[in-house]
């Protein structure tokens, strides 16, 4: 047996730790650290709710936007608050885009590099290259000028030892399978994305004034003016312009990410077989189709177990728990207690071991995320699970989709279960959205026309309108997955604040039961061919997306001083 210690795990946003104990040339059990701290939760007791976004969504620098519309959420259903139709509308833009922008980002610049050998790029022909490009797709970048282009720049950044994103990698693997010519294909693709994706995200630029951290959040709807006659509000210049952006969204998507993703899953079909996971799968459901509480949502919610597609469960968000016993954390109750969200503590308790160290103890505690259950089942949440759901409850779109992707790699519905499912639901959801994002920009123009122009529920934002004691829920299914914020408020004041986000769904430890975590249930049966360069592991892993700064922050654990920040 060979204890595997992958740490820092990269291409993620955080600080995650994978050991894994590897027998015969699979994982035979694997253990999710985070080691980070994240103390939000208690910065935000005894202060303004109406202020809690802008705290939350400091939580990321990569979910950009995920936390201020969960936190406003949350202190909406707690003071009773009703954003108006405008608003709605412009929240869903604004994650939409969040969405088809973190996805894209995703497949080339943090888990393709699992799949494509740079190295191997090298001995590419440009003009097969460009005969391959052409066969999956009409994207007008594909002649072989433009690949040798591509080349000789790779082979420049090798030359001088100036490799950047693609200086740390297992290249060379025998894990990597795709052929010369896919590999620059890949590489060219990622360097375009590049591109693409700062252009396509100044759609928040235009809506919140920025990206990272949108500045036009407000408790009861959006900061957001917007008016056909004024030069200072969304009109129909900057109508159009968003326009501009989705339809360019749409085409790269569809002639570049997805064409892709295709080509290169049709050399790894045995990634369909590994992955799977705890097999349960929970979704809060998002994108608001009307207006009120009830109002239907465009991706629907609901609980799948056991991998049972017949049968998708109504959510009970009041199910939901988390546990401690392997945690850094400690209950008033004990550890052993799942606990529920609005009673949730944030009590830190550290118990070692002290760093550096070369192995947890995993016996005990050994991470600083919690471990959250519902009706005390680890489930899965993200991409996948929000296809799953879609899927088996009967969305059209959704349903022609997966089907499409199925058959083209010839493949039953069982390997969405795994870390190709995981892939391929993230560029499904991609189109999904990007086709749906221009619908609700009509509807947006629709009501400047009729002169509907509120953007925001003013009845509420008096705290002496409010119940002196109220609690209230926020749920935002966020790129990696399923995210709650929970609010308890009392004269005016925070006095409780909880998130649990999607990489603590996916990441947390085990829990009283001893029932692994999403990752750590995924990585068992796991191939590695060379326990030194666990690609593999890296495969599975970052088929999540992993996000620990959602989950933690950071903290040393003797108390000294990490960083002193200075503005002059």
């Given amino acids: 047996m060979t204890h595997v210690v992958v740490d820092p795990v990269t291409r993620i946003e955080g600080h995650l730790r994978i050991e894994a104990e590897v027998d015969g040339g699979e994982v035979r059990d694997a253990w999710s650290s985070s080691t980070m701290f994240r103390g939000v939760e208690i910065i935000l007791k005894g202060r303004d709710p109406r202020d809690a976004w802008a705290f939350t969504q400091r939580i990321c620098g990569v979910c950009t936007t995920v936390h201020a519309i969960t936190s406003i959420r949350a202190v909406e259903d707690a003071i009773g608050a009703q954003p108006p139709p405008n608003a709605r509308l412009l929240r869903n833009l604004i994650m939409a885009s969040q969405m088809v922008q973190d996805h894209v980002i995703h497949f080339y610049h943090l888990h393709a590099l699992d799949w494509v050998d740079i190295t191997g790029a090298l001995s590419a022909d440009p003009v097969a290259t460009s005969s391959l490009a052409e066969s999956i797709s009409d994207w007008p970048l594909s002649s072989p000028n433009y690949f040798r282009g591509v080349k000789e720049r790779l082979a420049q950044f090798v030359e001088r030892g100036q490799l950047g994103p693609f200086g740390n990698a297992y290249w060379g693997h025998s894990a990597y399978r795709l052929p010369p010519e896919a590999n620059l294909l890949a590489v060219a693709h990622y360097l375009e994305a590049l591109d693409w994706q700062r252009e396509f995200i100044r759609i928040h630029a235009i809506l919140g004034g920025k990206n990272p951290h949108l500045q036009s959040f407000v408790v009861g709807g959006m900061a957001t003016p917007v008016d056909p006659d004024k030069q200072a509000s969304i009109n129909l210049t900057t109508v159009n312009a968003m326009r501009k952006l989705i339809q360019e969204a749409r085409q790269f998507v569809e ?29 809060y459901g998002e994108y608001p189709e009307g207006d009120g509480p009830n109002a239907p949502l465009y991706l629907p919610s609901g609980v799948i177990r056991g991998q049972d597609l017949a049968n998708v469960e109504a959510l009970d968000t009041a199910k939901i728990t988390e546990y401690v016993t392997h945690s850094w954390y400690e209950y008033g109750a004990g550890d052993d207690v799942g606990v529920h969200p609005f009673e949730g503590e944030t009590n830190p308790n550290y118990t070692g071991p002290e760093p550096p160290y070369e192995r947890l103890h995993t016996d005990g505690k050994y991470s600083w995320l919690k471990s959250p259950r519902y009706d005390n089942l680890p489930m899965e949440v993200g991409p996948l699970a929000r296809m799953l759901v879609a899927y088996a409850s009967g969305h059209p779109r959704v349903q022609e989709l997966v089907n499409g992707a199925l058959g083209h790699l010839g493949v039953g519905a069982e390997a969405l279960f795994s870390t190709l499912g995981r892939v391929a639901a993230r560029g499904i959801e991609t189109q999904v959205l990007g086709e749906k994002m221009e619908g609700w920009l009509d509807e947006l123009a629709d009501n400047m026309g009729r002169g509907e122009l509120a953007i925001a529920d003013n009845s509420k934002w008096d705290p002496e309108s409010w119940p002196a004691d109220c609690t209230g829920a926020g749920f935002h ?18 006095t409780n604040y909880q998130c649990v986000v999607p990489s603590t769904w996916n990441a947390g430890p085990r829990d009283a039961m001893g029932q692994p975590g999403p990752y750590e249930q995924a990585l068992i049966g796991n191939p590695v061919a060379d326990p030194e360069q666990p690609l593999e592991i890296l495969r599975t892993v970052h088929s999540f997306d992993p996000c620990m700064a959602c989950g933690v922050h950071v903290l040393d654990a003797r108390g000294q001083e990490v960083v002193k920040v200075k503005v002059s």
């Fill in 255 to 283: 002639k570049v990410y997805l064409p892709d993703l295709l080509a290169v899953a049709s050399f790894y079909k045995d990634w369909a077989g590994y992955g799977a996971g705890v097999g349960n799968y929970l979704v």
């Fill in 477 to 494: 299914e966020a790129p990696r997955g399923a995210l709650g914020h929970w609010v308890h408020i009392q004269n005016g004041e925070i």
